[in-house]
């Protein structure tokens, strides 16, 4: 007790206010025990959906076949839960605190809201995988979506709504901060609460469609109506199945844009592109829930068409302005220190060996060229029909979630640890290898299953298929070769990130206290706000140039690729 | 250039943006625009599109249209040999309604897609060729009306891709494909 106690202790002032060695915020003890807790039960959350990568991974690989059918899918939804929605959002609550009260320096506000939302998230949370894990027959597992009318326990629904629910009252003291903040002074907010705050107006969204979702199909399983449409019910949840996809994404960049500029120097290049970014997101990118809609019966091709592509592609093009953006930061800041020359001096000079920095930035290049691209490509109408339901798409959202988004927060819970719980980590050495060794591995593993997906058309959510049909000739036998390429890098994958909880966790109880003052190897070279001060102009931003030109002619590679597949194919459609 | 923890400088929606954060707004906005039109405009001119008709009918209507059409059908070896251009597939757990069938090379066919009870997936492949797959989902309460011409002769399995319970996986059906 007196351990867990330990944590949540600092020196504050008389007021409850620090001042942060690192970032030098106005940091009260109040923001900063609520972003711990959070940040505390993600990584709990994590480290139980982690285990369950190992039985799904190794049921996958048929080589090893873990795990019968009748416990796969259970496996299945515990893993998909406890990482994509419980560590996502526990984390995201974290996120919003840190981007509004403790980046403006104020204490939180409702703290009892804030309170009550933690528990009422962890009741769901427990509620959720004790409903996953106890279901009978004729009750199936969820996986992520629930899909009716497959029987799936009205406990899963209700619980679910309890968990979104949570997030919503965890939020209010966010948005109390927001609203005080702006109200009365007609001040702009810093670019991470900005973007903090498009997060939370986007996370609303997402928890009102999930819970018209869930509660359409609770009651319809508790029998209040009497049918129950599976059309209607897909649109509801992709509202939340998306709508958390976004907030993972919008999340993931606003920890891009605070932690490349405090661990790396990164610069705000142009205030006015990066915050019309976040607005382009703000208007179109819940259109793009439609994407998963794109093999469906029922709706309108032009429907399917003006959605998906986020009209016009709008939401695509703020990512590409983020993608120039954040690299741009970091060229503009580090140049101005005269930290690099040449093209790319400003990148292999930067630290490389702090975890922190290693992570954002392989959260950057990894989302983008693995998790971006082919996000765009699968989600056009016509190629989405060689992507849909194969393993390429589960490829994808790993690129993207659990490469992107889970390399960021690694780097954002690694960044906690020095200069909130002010921890040492107990070695330097493993904590500087997880980016490194996470982001190999899951990569590799990640490629194998957009290859099994896209080059052999093997299914996703089936506990075998490659070696064996049960009842039938036809195998994915052709794929075998991919799999064990995949069940070793997923092995090595899932090492990594027992070694990421293992230093997190090793530090918190047993990591030297950093003394006051002391920024823990955390700050640039040069401090935080070096001078010079020259304007954005006269900083030669090529290397990011290049970068984002390798960029688009990978794009465009992967594009006409997956476009020659199809048009490979037999005549469909009318 | 500013820091993203301060407010910005009053006139930050002034400042100048750098020469090339501005080329590559356009080579982006040009990117989007252009897939945009290339994916609108094969809707129009490309031969493979998930575009089809959609009926709302009951499940249990659908079970018995299956049934008619399969009485209909001519019965061979290999499998049903449509009585006409419409080929109907039932997907139920776990199952093919309508599969195997046998088909045609070259010839246009009104594929009817619907279930009986839950969701299910279509995902059909060549056997020699695995690269070549097409998958779409199957809804109980609609019929899915889908134009296919298969241009090569061959055995094409069709498996679910949709989970829709233990027995999901052993989910396995066929089109043989002959010599127009
Ligand atoms: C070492 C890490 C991981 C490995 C090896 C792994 C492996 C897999 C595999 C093989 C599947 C597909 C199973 C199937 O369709 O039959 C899967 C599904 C999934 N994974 Fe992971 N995963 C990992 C980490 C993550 C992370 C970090 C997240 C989220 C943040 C995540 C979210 C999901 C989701 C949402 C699904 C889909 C479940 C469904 O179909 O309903 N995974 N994972
Ligand atoms: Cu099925
Ligand atoms: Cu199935």
Redesign the interface.
Known sequence: MSAIASLFRNDYDADGFRTCSVTGLDIHQSVENYVKLFGLTAVIALAVGGSFAFSVAMTRWEFIGLLDPSSYYTHLSMHAWNLLIFWMVFMEIAVLYVGGPMVLGRELPLRRLAALGWVTMVVGAIGVNASIWLAEAPNEAPLLTAYVPLPVTPWFYATAIVFLLGATIAALPFFATIWTETRDSHRTLPLVAFGAFVTGIIAVEAILGGIAAFAYALAWRIDLIASVDPGIYRQLYWIVGHGTQQINLLAMITVWYFLTHVVGGAVVISEKVSRTAFILYLFFINLGAAHHLLVDPGVSAGWRIWNTSYAFYGAAFASMIHAFAIPAGIEAGRRRRGQGGGLFGWLTSAPWRNPVFASTVFSIILFGFLGGITGVVMGQIQVNMTWHNTLATVGHFHATVALGTTLAFFGLVLFVIKTMFRRDFVSDALASAIPYAYGAAMSVATLMLMYAGILYGVPRRTAEAVRNIPGSEFSFSAAIPIFMIFGIFALLAILSGVLFVGVSVGSLLFGGRLAEGDDGGMLPEGGLHADGGEPIHAVELRGTFALCLIFLGVFAAVYVLNWYLLTQLWAIGA | ????????DDD??N???????S???G???A???G??TW??G??QF?????????YEVDPDQYQERVGEYKEAAEETDDGLIPPEDDVYVGAMRFNWDGLPAVLEAGR?YDIH?GAY???H?F?V?P?EN???????????????V???????PGTY?V????????????M?GRFTVVEG
């Open positions: 250039m500013s820091n993203p923890l301060d407010d910005p930050w929606w400042s100048p943006v750098h020469r090339r954060e080329i590559w707004l080579l982006a906005g990117w989007s625009l897939i945009f994916m609108a094969f809707t490309g031969d493979q599109n998930p575009v089809g008709t959609t246009e897609l009870d839950v969701q997936g995902s492949r056997e695995l690269n070549k797959q097409i998958n779409l989902q199957v809804f109980p309460g609609s019929e899915w889908i134009p296919m011409t298969f241009d090569e399995h498996v679910c891709n949709e989970f829709c319970g233990q027995g999901h996986r052993t396995h």
